[in-house]
Structures are given as structure tokens and as C-alpha cells.
């Protein structure tokens, strides 16, 4: 019984729930088995609070036995990203720096779904600080992808996309400067979704002016991001660029018709390095989705100097998060968040200053395609998932990419146009391992674009071509990736908040 009730939507277990027909315990004791059993074979659940998360599911129990109000998410057991405060429970960022960092309050994400009723049962993998899209770093180990574990899950939010793929918890966050949210999702065959900025509150971001970074939900499929999403959105005193929100939007999504969507379709922006092989991928998916709406045709666009626009605008933001560290001991960071630092540091005035207008610009021509078309659509990532054990990824069909996070690029010039944008699975790659589409609406039209995404979606679940992929856990489980090989010295926590089975010790 526990396997296949772990394996309902969030959605399902939400009205099982409500109706009395499931339990809150029964949920989490599921998922604490399905954690027990899975997790030592991917590392996508860190720091654990199950005890306290016990007791949350005996007051959720009772509170529906009392016939009291309940929240959206109530008695859904979820993992949190190990990049958000939570309180009373490990947070490390995935740096030695935090290896001991417990805080003492939820931030407002995660207070947002606790309030839902959401109950905190762990923390998910991240890289050192977010920093990259191979979720490893030196507390917690490597976060191996479910479909084969001896290669990389994504990143930053690899642990919650992974966590997702083989149903340990029903729900996940994430956040997404880069493709965070995205790209993982396609690796692992889940849905991520990247909001406007502003529709989901901030309160981790330094500079809360910028629109590049975002936190947003993950979830197996879109209805459940929806439910996910519809907890977390509205005005907050900690994000000034957070707006206020009905409190029904996204209970229903806008309707719409999917033989009358009009698709542009592109394969690397102009700007962007795609394998070969993810390239023929994307073409036969799209002359497959063609069968099923009104207009799918390549289009081509003008991303000017996207690449060194977010060099400048991403590296603001890991100077203005690092400064101190790196001034105290450039050594405490790792590789990547040094180099970023360092990148950052040398720049001066006059390229934060053209970097924003050039955002500018691009925002403004991207915004026009949408006059001939409803969703702009491009492979999530540019690759099939690579071993974990290479940091990131240095050549694209030979061609050497500049830096640690070129390779992000797909994801990262949608970053900078600011749209919505949400990775849907769609079958799979060349090689087998799932394939991401990364769907794109128009600006600031962030409910249009979950309702085409729930079309396609839709349509796609009966093509054995497009639906989504789900990993042989049997073949899983015979893989003995040593997934904690880069694991020093990680952390002992003796509260309620424990390492999970499976991971390296002391």
C-alpha cells in the first residue's frame, strides 16, 4: 500500500486527505519508507526532521477528524531546498561554511507553506551555494539522477527534482537564477516552473531589485506545481519586487484550446551550444507536437550579447553575497562561488551599466515574438545528463565553453527576458535519459502558460514518445554509485534534525 500511495499526485493526496480516506501519518510514514529504501542509492534527501514531522501529521490527522478548516498543502509532506531557512532544521547551502548553521525562524517561502500545511520532512541537495547544475558539493555528497546514478541530476535544486522522480515526497522547492528549476527537472523528468519575478516572494535575495533570481515550485506533474505554486504567491514586506495577488488566481486555470496554440520553436536561441544529438531530439519532438496544434514553426530572434549580460548581472549578485567570505578567507568558498566572486569584483561601473541596458534591449525584442505566437519553445538543456563526477560541463560537440556555467545558456537567456518559463517532460533523448522542453509564455502571463503547459502535458500522456519517463527502480537499485566519494568531514546534527540513511558520517 505504501508504494502506491506514495505514488498518487499531490493533488490526489491532498483530496484523499481532505475526504478522510488517507491519513497525514499514513502519508509521511510512506514517505519516510520510500526515503529509507531509495535515498542511499541518488543522495537527494539531506538533513531530515522526521520525529518533528511526526508530530506535525498527528495535529494534520486530527485536524481533519475535527472537521476544522485546512489549508491547500495540508498534511502533504515536502522537501525543502537546502538554499531556504528552515527553522530548527539544518541549513548548509551546501557549504562548510553552514555545516553547523541551524536557523532559528522559516523564511517566507517556507513559513508560506507551512502555513498551507505543508509539513517540512527534510532539506534536498544542492551545489556549494547554488552555484553550478550538478548538484555536489563537499557537506552532503552527490545528488545522482534517479535514471542512472552515476550521472548528474541537474541543478541547483537537483536534490528536490531527483526526490520527485522516484516519489519520495510529494512535493518540492526550488529556485531559479540560471535554470535552476529547469534544468534539473528535465534531467530527472519532473516539471519545474520558473514564475515571473515577484509572483512568489523572495526573502533570500540580496539584492531584491533584480529580477533574475526567482523561487518557484517542482512538481510531477503541472497540476501538482500548480497547488505547489498557488500557497507561495503574493506580496511580502521582505521582496520589493512582489506584488499582490488575488486569492484565487490559479485555482482556475484560464481556458484554453491546444489545436489553436501557435508554437515558434528555436534550438539554441541563436546564441546557444547544443549537442548534435539533443538537437535531432528536439526536432522530432516538435514535428510530433505539431500534430496537435495550430502553428509550430522555427523562429528565429536577436539575443545580441545575452552571454556577457548575465556575466555582469549574475556576478552583482555573488558580490554583493560574498564579499565578506571571500575578504575573511577566499579559500571557505568553493571553486565555482570563488570564481564567480572574482568575476564579479573586477568589474566596473560601465559594465553593470551596459549590462542592464543590454537586458533591456533584449527584453524589448523578445517580448514582439509573441504578436505571431503564444509560447516561445526550446530544448531545456543542451545535453544528455553527464557523470557527476565532472563538475560541469567544459565543450559542446568540441566547441570549449568559457566558463563553469556556459552550458546553462538555454535556460539563462530566458532569464534574462524575465518570461515565465516551465520545463515539461517529454519523452526521451538519444540516449535514453529524459528529455526536457522548455516552454516560454508571454510576459508577466504566468497562469496562460501553466494552462498550455497542462495541454500539452495532457496530450503527451498518450504518446509513448512524449509522456513522461519514470526510472526503473529496480535497476536503480543496483547501481552502487559512491555518491559520497567528495564528502569531507560532512555534518553531525543531534536534534530532531538528522542525516538521512545512506548518507556519509563522521
Known sequence: MSDSLVEKTAVELRQLIGSKQVSPVELLDACIARIEDLNPHI????????????QEA???EQAVIDGRPLGLLHGLPIGIKDLEET???LTTYGSPIYRGNVPTRDNALVARLRAAGAIVAGKTNVPEMGAGANSRNTVWGATGNPFNPLLNAGGSSGGSAAAL???LLPLCSGSDTGGSLRIPAAKCGVVGFRPSPGLVP???KLLGWTPISVVGPMGRNVADTVLQLRATLGL??????SYAVDEGSFAALPPVELSRLRIGYTEDFGVCEVDDGIRAAFRQKMAAIGRFVQVCEPVEMDMGEAHRAFDVIRAEAFVAGFEAAYRRDPASLGTNTRANYEMGAAMSLSDCAWAQGEQTRLFRRFQQLYARYDLIVSPTTPVSPFPWSELYLKEVNGVALENYYRWLALTYVVTLVTNPSISLPCGRDHRGMPFGLQVTGAFRDDARLLSWAAALEAAFAGDA?????RPDLAQLKAVHAPLTSIVTHPPVFDGQATAVAGQAAV
Open 165 to 167: 522522480a522516484v516519489d
Open 202 to 204: 523572495s526573502e533570500r
Open 465 to 469: 514518445a512524449l509522456c513522461r519517463p
Open 236 to 241: 511580502h514586506q521582505s521582496d520589493p519586487l
Open 87 to 89: 527553522e530548527g532544521l
Open 58 to 60: 498527528r495535529a494534520a
Open 43 to 54: 543522495n537527494a534527501v539531506t538533513a531530515t526532521c522526521f520525529e518533528r514531522a511526526r
